[in-house]
């Protein structure tokens, strides 16, 4: 099946500083997004972006569907932008479901 | 917004028990997707339907089953529960399967404990 790659695994910043998570998959996609998977466990949606680049905020993504990564950019950290960060691939081969990636686990510190 | 409500939020069970999950998905949204995130661990699908019936399959175990109901909330049944099951325990709802736009949706998820 599909591999879905992300890095860093781990990730540890100041308040105000910027970072770019990377996702890489093995295969042709025909969905790809991120999510935000908070404290409480809640996963929320980021980007849905199979392709092209997309912001929300402090936040953009990504996805050359060709080369086969996405990248999520965050600008300006903030302590609530803890969290793990979840890249999902949705296969072309097969039904509509989701293969997550490990996630990065991004700390901001104050 | 709506969006896709799972209950219980939390659940206790023994060992060789039985469970029920029960997902609301999204209106108009007509697919429905289950999935298992262990400790540590990312999301794993489980099984999907479309329009009730049984879409995918994943690495569910046989004393998983699941079900759509004619007004697209989902159930999954869970029984002989071993301490492996305990984990959260995601619904998600996606609009028109087949269609441009797949964006999944997914709920609070129901935090499943076996003691």
């Known amino acids: 099946g599909i591999q879905v790659e992300q890095s860093p695994p781990d990730l540890i910043l100041q308040e105000g500083a910027n970072s770019t998570l990377r996702c890489n998959f093995s295969d042709s996609v025909n969905n790809l997004q991120w999510f935000h998977q908070n404290p409480w466990g809640q996963l929320i949606n980021l980007f849905y972006?199979?392709?092209g680049t997309k912001q929300n905020g402090r936040l953009s993504a990504t996805t050359v569907a060709t080369e086969r990564y996405s990248l999520l950019y965050i600008s300006s950290s903030q302590t609530t932008d803890s969290g793990v960060y979840f890249c999902?691939?949705?296969?072309?081969?097969?039904?509509?479901?989701?293969?997550f990636g490990q996630g990065t686990r991004l700390t901001i510190n104050p | 917004a709506a969006g896709v409500i799972q209950s219980p939020r939390h659940l206790i069970k023994e060992k060789r028990e039985t469970a029920t999950l029960k997902c609301y998905p999204i209106p108009r949204h007509d697919t429905v997707y289950w999935y298992q995130q262990g400790p540590g661990q990312d999301p794993q699908f489980l099984i999907s339907f479309y329009e009730k019936m049984q879409s995918d399959k994943g690495s569910i175990p046989d004393r998983f089953s699941a079900q759509q109901f004619s007004d697209y909330h989902s159930e999954l049944n869970m029984s002989s529960l071993e301490l492996g099951d305990s984990a959260l325990y995601f619904c998600?709802?996606?609009?028109?399967?087949?269609?441009?736009?797949?964006?999944?949706?997914f709920g609070p998820g129901t935090r499943l404990t076996v003691l």
């Open positions: 972006i199979p392709s």
């Open positions: 998600a709802s996606s609009p028109l399967a087949g269609g441009d736009y797949n964006e999944q949706f």
């Open positions: 999902a691939v949705e296969p072309v081969q097969g039904a509509q479901k989701l293969v």
